[in-house]
């Protein structure tokens, strides 16, 4: 089943990142470029394309680091070659979650305050 960006792109938010977990022999990129086009946040400036591999693992925890805080989106290619990264990987969006219910709480605190 071919899945749709424009609703996954609607569902996403920046602490609620969108994964997609390839077989081989599909590439989505084509299909993000097209949709990307369609947006204006979605230029090049606003998309990171890393390859993972041996020994890149400090080099896309800084991107993924960088987009973090840049609100960027960020594509990684090639995960199942550094197994380390994944942990890396799987260790920030775990961060990145935890900030920002810290931050609706905050939110939500200061509503009941005012």
């Known amino acids: 089943m071919p899945f749709n960006l424009k609703s996954i792109y609607g569902l996403s938010k920046p602490h609620f990142p969108a994964l997609f977990i390839m077989g081989p022999g599909t590439d989505p990129m084509s ?3 097209k949709f990307s086009k ?3 946040n979605l230029s090049d400036e606003n998309v990171v394309k890393k390859s ?3 020994e890149q693992t400090r080099t896309c925890e800084n991107a993924l680091t960088n987009a973090r805080m840049k609100g960027q989106w960020i594509i ?5 070659l550094s197994m380390p990264f994944l942990q ?5 969006i775990a961060e ?3 900030i920002a219910k810290g931050n609706e709480n905050k939110k939500k605190k200061k509503e009941e305050d005012d």
């Open 76 to 80: 990684f290619q090639n995960c199942h």
């Open 38 to 40: 369609e947006y204006n």
């Open 88 to 92: 890396v990987f799987e260790t920030r």
């Open 31 to 33: 299909e993000f470029v």
């Open 96 to 98: 990145t979650l935890a």
């Open 52 to 54: 993972v591999g041996l």
